[in-house]
Each structure stands twice: as C-alpha cells, then as structure tokens.
C-alpha cells in the first residue's frame, strides 16, 4: 500500500538511516582509591594528553594487571606459526653485523 499526502499525491519515501550505533552495556562497579593529590594530577594530565579519561586509563591498566590480555596468547600462536623456520646460528658478531 502506498501512502498518500493530502490531495492524493503519494508520500515521499521514507529514508533509513545511514548508521546505526549500537550501545553495549557492561554492568560497572565503582572503586575508591587513595593516592597522592600531586600524583593524581600528574596522572590526569597524562590521560588529558592522551586525549582519554583518567578512568579509561586506570581500566586499561586494571585489564593487563588482571592478566585478561592477549599478548601472551598472541606470542605463542605467533611461535607455533615459525615453529619451521630454523636458525642455523649461534653467529659471530661479525656474522651479525655483515650487511
């Protein structure tokens, strides 16, 4: 069915929307903690020139101390994945440096 405006002329077609933004919520708790008002300044500073929060930066931080980065894991794949590649070393130093 098509619409029609006032007077029996059909209705402009409707647009969608170029971009759709999608919000995933993660359920946050709050931390308190303590630290020397100059270190802190110091710290929001830094983050300021980061162009990010000091919140962001402290979750950054509590996500590698926590262990949840992929570094490690990424290291090994890597490993495996030249697992062929042999060297047929040790080198002298002058074997090193020949260019």
Known sequence: MIARAP???????????????????????NV??????????RARLRARVEKKTLNAVFREWLQRYAGNSTAAA????LMRRLSHVK?????????????
């Open 74 to 77: 990424e290291y090994e794949q």
């Open 7 to 29: 007077g029996g002329r059909s209705a402009p077609p409707l647009r969608r929307p170029r971009y759709t933004k999608l919000v995933y919520a993660k359920i946050m708790r």
């Open 87 to 99: 060297a047929a070393g040790p080198y002298t130093r002058d074997e090193m440096n020949a260019r």
């Open 32 to 41: 308190t903690f303590s630290a020397d008002e100059e270190l802190i300044d």
